[in-house]
């Protein structure tokens, strides 16, 4: 049974498919077992795509699907020892697996008892160095959120202000994903009023660091265009909080005019005709 995209309809809307709890455990005992390659040359592309499809089936389907009955503290043990090590500043052990980390938030539906410690090796991955594990930490993050019957409230507030010390720090790597996250986050209400003030103190640093002119690519991670299109979105964000600086329209009316389509259309026809009045819709869909 593929069950890589069970849980999502054909509009990509989340809905939980149900597993048998006797199969989702055997699925998970199974999943655990499974070990990288310990020579990952060659082939680690394809060895880490094969960690983020189980990290994701784990997370949406089979971890969802026990969350009524639970899961038992040996093997939530035996799930957080495939991660720990990554979450370390020199972890490398070759049975690690980061990408596990992304089910952590449904593994704690499951055992609310290690709510605390998933909490802090989410925590431990948003600051790593490693790609793989600030990526999956920052989808972690949005996974507390995704389960069935949370909602953003849901993300524990020490996620919340880690993710939005990354933008404040433009920290690499993972700065557009926080930029993402920030935006949610602002919008639901879980920013408080002197983070979003340094939010926009930072949106006025990135007008100068993502301009074309002088971008260096090899200065960041990240593509320039995504920045400037998250960037605008915060912005937009921060507008809508309440928040009422230049810095923020200086972001929003540059849009239309911006060399790069995904910043074009960062806002969508709708922001776009609320924001402009109707004026500047029809020259943001040429």
Known sequence: MDLTGASYGFDGKYEPYSVERQDALSILDHALKWQPSPNPLGIFRREERTSELIGNVLASTIL????????DDDRVRGFLSRVHPFTEPNGTGTDTVPELIVALPALVACNEHFADEVTEIIQKGLISQQRRVVDAALRAVLWFADLPGRGIAAVPKALVQETISICLMRREPGLVFALHRACLFVKAGVVSESDRNRLVSVLDLMRSETDYESWVDEWRDSDVGLIRKYSVRLAM?????????GVLDEWLDGVQSDPMPEVRYALGAEEIYRRTGGTGFESAAK
């Open 64 to 71: 969802p699907s026990l969350a009524a009955s639970g899961v």
């Open 237 to 245: 964000a921060l507008k809508d909080s309440g928040m009422d600086d």
